[in-house]
């Protein structure tokens, strides 16, 4: 369970890696010829839980 007031660091190190978690560009696709079609850190909310 999280916690809904949460310190400030923690809110900008969860903003953070909900920036990152996002696909890879479709143009980055295109220039590695379909190579890098996914990156490893993205997540998904409830299936895994950040790494540490």
Known sequence: MM???KPAAKKIRLLK???QN???PVWV?????RNTVSH???HHWR??????
Do not use: C, D
């Open 29 to 33: 696709m295109l220039k590695t010829a």
């Open 40 to 42: 490893p850190k993205r």
């Open 47 to 52: 299936r895994s839980k950040l790494q540490r």
């Open 3 to 5: 916690a809904r007031n």
């Open 22 to 24: 996002r696909r890879v």
């Open 17 to 19: 890696v909900g920036k």
